[in-house]
């Protein structure tokens, strides 16, 4: 299953976010822990914000990560579907709709 991961990231913890993330090796950047890989992230850093997609079979696998960083920013976390998998979901609701 795949997570779409947002955050906002307040001023007053900017440069302390800064300076935790730069100090982790590459290795520790994409260690999201057991059970969870981090598909791809992405950062705006003008806004202090960004998005990431994980892939893990647990949702509280994907919420052990975020616990890391949750007194440090404000996250959602939300499950998404690729296109075939939407499609199938959307033509239930048109025939639903139908009916």
């Excluded at 890989?37 to 990560?65: K, M, N, P, S």
């Amino acid at each position: 299953m795949k997570f779409l991961i947002t955050w906002k990231i307040p001023e007053d913890k900017w440069i302390p976010v800064l300076n935790t993330f730069t100090s982790m090796t590459p290795e520790q950047r994409v260690d999201a822990g057991d059970g969870v890989e981090i598909v791809g992230r992405w950062h705006d850093v003008v806004a202090r914000t960004g998005v990431a997609i994980f892939e893990a079979r647990d949702l509280l696998a994907v919420q052990r990560y975020a616990l890391r960083w949750n007194p440090y920013m404000d996250l959602t976390i939300a499950p998404v579907v690729e296109d075939e998998d939407a499609v199938r979901v959307y033509r239930q609701l048109v025939d639903a709709s139908r009916a």
